[in-house]
């Protein structure tokens, strides 16, 4: 079956070929393998379903400019999925066993990795309690799965900016939590206020810091930055912020390509005042943001059009992440694959 490579959107299309592994509690990852993508049988009391024990990764296999297919960073997908499991008690998946699924997963399903710039393959790895429960405990058995999907460019016909608007009513995680893992159990609570004011027109919400209600923390599911006097702020990584390997990178360009980056807490009066934002993930790599609104106040950047420290660093990011430029940093590992014919 051919894949109409122009209608792909961010929505889920089911792909070939699954991974999945079973772990013990107290033992050791058994070997997994590839199988069929389906439905899976689960029990009712898996830790998972009644508890929230279980984390996600999320990650883009690439088609370079080169032919190849080409993974941005996964290591430290897997180092952060190391660090939640150790924070929801859970058998950390061995870094070496995480790369080579990531890499038979994508080469089990290379003929759904779009050409360049049609998009990408994203990449979803859980673990979860999987075994029965009945008290609130670390469940006896654990499961690591690894799905993928083709998606579209996140941005069609260009980037564009988006609206914003802080929550006054609603925090995403607080000091000693899980915010700084990606647990499954962080995103339901987001979905409400997102809903929200997507219905008042706005794309997403800003979450301020839960203790003075007074800096950012996050954009719904991705990083923030603004710009200053052509100085670069984020907001340091309190423990209650997802360390968002996007962030980590644009820290190093920025740096690389001579901008001062000033990693603090960020108060909202600050950015309200300041020239230009945008916020980062996998999924869309970089967001421009157009205007944040704070109550009443609301203050528009560049004229709701792209500004030009966004664009220059989306440029930069996406040239190293399809190899059209140089891979200084040493961020790109390639998946090796038998047989891929020439695109
Ligand atoms: C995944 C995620 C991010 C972005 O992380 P990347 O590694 O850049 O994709 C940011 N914030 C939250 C809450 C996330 O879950």
Redesign the pocket.
């Known amino acids: 079956m051919a894949i109409d490579w122009d209608s792909l959107t961010f929505s889920f299309t089911a792909t070939d070929i699954m991974y999945t592994a079973t772990c013990n509690q107290g033992e050791e990852w058994q070997k997994g393998e590839l199988v069929p993508y389906g439905n899976i049988s689960i029990s009712p009391a898996a830790g998972v379903l009644n508890y929230g024990q279980g984390l996600f990764e999320?990650m883009k296999a690439q088609r370079s400019v080169n032919g190849g297919i080409v993974l941005f960073r996964p290591e430290?997908?897997g180092k952060?999925l190391t660090d939640g499991a150790l924070r929801l008690g859970m058998p950390p998946v061995p870094l070496e066993m995480f790369l080579e699924a990531v890499e038979e997963v994508v080469a089990a399903n290379a003929r759904w990795v779009p050409p360049t710039g049609k998009g990408a393959l994203y990449i979803r790895p859980v673990l979860w309690g999987s075994g029965p429960i009945l008290g609130v405990a670390p469940a006896p058995e654990y499961t690591f799965m690894i799905y993928v999907c083709p998606v579209g460019p996140y941005f069609k016909g260009g980037m564009h900016p988006i609206a914003l608007k802080v929550s006054d009513d609603h925090h995403?995680a607080a000091p000693g939590g899980s915010g700084a893992v990606?647990a499954i159990g962080?995103y339901a609570p987001g979905m409400m206020p997102s809903k929200n004011a997507k219905k008042e027109g706005f794309a997403e919400i800003i979450y301020l810091d839960s203790v003075e209600h007074k800096y950012i923390e996050?954009v719904g599911?991705?990083?923030f930055f603004c710009v200053k006097d052509g100085v670069i702020y984020t907001p340091e990584l309190t423990g209650t912020i997802?360390p968002?390997?996007?962030?980590a990178s644009i820290i190093d360009l920025a740096r690389h390509r001579g901008y001062e980056v000033i990693e603090e807490r960020v108060d909202i009066d600050f950015v309200l005042e300041s020239d230009e934002c945008f916020c980062?993930?996998?999924?869309a790599v970089i967001s421009p943001i157009g205007a944040i609104c704070k109550g009443e106040i609301c203050t528009t950047y560049c004229n709701n059009q792209v500004g030009p420290v966004t664009q220059e660093l989306y440029d930069a990011l996406t040239s190293i992440q399809t190899q059209t430029a140089a891979d200084e940093f040493g961020w790109i590992r390639a998946v090796p694959i038998p047989n891929l014919p020439a695109k």
């Open positions: 999320g430290r997908n952060r995403r990606k962080n996050e599911a991705a990083n997802l968002g390997i996007t962030r980062a993930g996998t999924a």
